[in-house]
């Protein structure tokens, strides 16, 4: 990932309403969502949303998919993985156990697969999910 390419995401990241978008649809996974979903669920205007959701797909970080006359979004995995891997490129000075929470999130997204179930959209395969420990998800959400 080009360095410009880190700060647009980066920039796009440190907005309080962007933030909770991209969060709520990470939490989703590669399912896309419909924007007035995500409107109701964060309680935004339809306006401001939409704004929004451009700067995060402007930054690489949404992929949106038109149905009909409805618009959903999803994630762009591959980029939140680039960003995360600059990010911790030579962390901790190579010392993996300082960074742990980190290097599980990193190997847990390297061993996803993904198939497709029956209604075309992607997901993981079940035998390619990692178990975390209760401890690691409270530190990575800290």
């Not at 991209?22 to 939490?27: H, N, P, T």
């Not at 590669?30 to 309680?43: M, S, T, W």
């Not at 190997?107 to 178990?131: I, M, V």
């Amino acid at each position: 990932m080009r360095r410009e390419e880190v700060i647009a995401a980066l920039g796009a990241l440190a907005q309080e309403s962007r933030l909770d978008i991209f969060r709520m649809l990470v939490q989703k996974g590669p399912d896309a969502v419909a924007a007035g979903e995500i409107a109701r669920k964060l309680d935004l205007p339809a306006p401001t949303l939409s704004f929004h959701l451009g700067q995060l797909k402007h930054a690489g970080l949404l992929s949106a998919h038109r149905h009909s006359r409805s618009i959903s979004y999803a994630v762009n995995f591959r980029t939140m993985n680039a960003l995360l891997k600059y990010l911790t490129e030579n962390c901790c000075q190579g010392q993996a156990g300082l960074c742990a929470p980190a290097a599980a999130c990193a190997s847990e997204n390297r061993n996803l697969k993904e198939t497709r179930n029956g209604n075309g959209t992607r997901q993981p395969a079940r035998s390619a999910r990692k178990k975390i420990s209760r401890t690691q998800k409270l530190e990575v959400s800290r």
